[in-house]
């Protein structure tokens, strides 16, 4: 309340989502989009949408043009759903890192552009934001700032995952020849990051064991070199609601990145209570909590033993994994960052 009994005006915050307009992974769209809607829809921040005019280069949109917008428009500050941001303007700033893949070996999103801003955007940014504890103490040794300074803001489920009638996901089974297959899945598996190499040595381990022989379902552009028989099936760009069907069909799904920022697919599974084999000690190790299997990502016999747990799974055990899931909502998300703004501009 201000004085007086009045109510305080909302905060007036600029969103930089430009990876809405402009290529970008899909978890940080589907990110950038549910965070922003639950901010709207809360009202408690009047949220400016701000991306670059085509044509424009995404740096001198951020350096040169959007202190302008910001003083023009009286924004209080602006929020960046990526790490740059920027670094002119009255205005308070808070950064958004996703990963740092390159402390683990991961050269996917490691370029010299990604490492200067989180080296010395925490420095300059008043807040910075991840979403897991992991993703935060890659960014406290990398960048050399205090735990005072960065927000952990877990990312959210969205809606359009989870269970669904009987029967509905036949028509994309059907189409994806996966009506009589046993399957697992690797979700984005075309990018090297994702290990699909690992997903499928290790479904051929358990195989050679004398277990279920699995089919790999690989989703996502292929950018990879992987074996294309052996039990893979590469499906390609999948709608959300084709992914979903997939998900909840699968007997699990492989999330084994050495480096992830979130692990959205940890979710997206959990909320069908489909087991999910996490690669150990990782951001989505974190996620899964309890309820994940973890493995270690390099070893194909480990990756063959998480397997084999989880084709033991039972219902109760897939109730966990659901509970779990829907503990990630949007609206906890926004209201974790409107938490932040307020006490940044106390």
């Known amino acids: ?7 305080a005006p909302p905060m007036r915050l600029g ?4 990876p809405l307009h402009r290529p970008h992974p899909r978890g940080v769209v589907r990110v950038v989009a549910g965070l922003v809607d639950a901010l709207e829809s809360r009202g408690r921040i009047e949220v400016v949408r701000l991306s670059p005019e085509s044509g424009l280069s995404s740096p001198r949109w951020r350096q040169v043009e959007l202190p302008r917008i910001e003083a023009r428009l009286g924004l209080d500050g602006i929020h960046s759903m990526l790490s740059a941001f920027p670094l002119r303007g009255a205005g308070r700033r808070v950064q958004t890192i996703h990963e740092l893949p390159w402390l683990h070996g991961v050269t996917e999103n490691a370029g010299w552009r990604h490492r200067l801003w989180a080296h010395i955007g925490p420095r300059r940014a008043d807040r910075v934001v991840t979403a897991t504890e992991a993703t935060a103490r890659d960014v406290r040794m990398y960048s050399g700032i205090g735990p005072e300074r960065i927000r952990v803001v877990p990312w959210g489920l969205d809606p359009c995952f989870g269970p669904s009638a009987s029967g509905a996901d036949e028509p994309v089974l059907a189409r994806f020849d996966l009506r009589e297959r046993a399957f697992v899945m690797c979700a984005g598996g075309g990018r090297t990051k994702k290990r699909a190499d690992t997903a499928i040595a290790g479904a051929v381990a358990l195989a050679r064991r004398g277990g279920a022989r699995l089919t790999v379902v690989i ?11 052996g039990g893979a099936r590469f499906v390609g760009e999948v709608t959300d609601a084709e992914l979903a069907a997939l998900y909840r069909s699968a007997a699990a799904v492989l999330v084994l990145a050495r480096s992830e920022g979130f692990g959205l697919p940890v979710l997206e599974a959990g909320a069908a209570g489909t087991p999910v084999v996490v690669a150990r000690g990782t951001a989505q190790a974190e996620v899964a909590g309890m309820t994940g299997i973890p493995v270690d990502p390099d070893d194909s016999e480990s990756v063959a033993d998480g397997l084999v747990r989880a084709l033991a799974s039972n ?17 906890r998300a926004a209201s974790l960052v409107e938490s932040m703004w307020s006490e940044i501009l106390a």
Do not use: I, L, N
Request: hydrophobic fraction near 40%; proline fraction near 0%.
């Open 15 to 18: 969103f930089d989502v430009s």
């Open 219 to 229: 989703t996502g552009a292929v950018e990879v070199s992987v074996a294309r028989d």
């Open 1 to 7: 309340m201000g004085t007086g009994g009045r109510v």
């Open 315 to 331: 219902a109760s055990e897939a109730e966990r994994r659901r509970a779990r899931a829907a503990e990630f909502t949007w609206d």
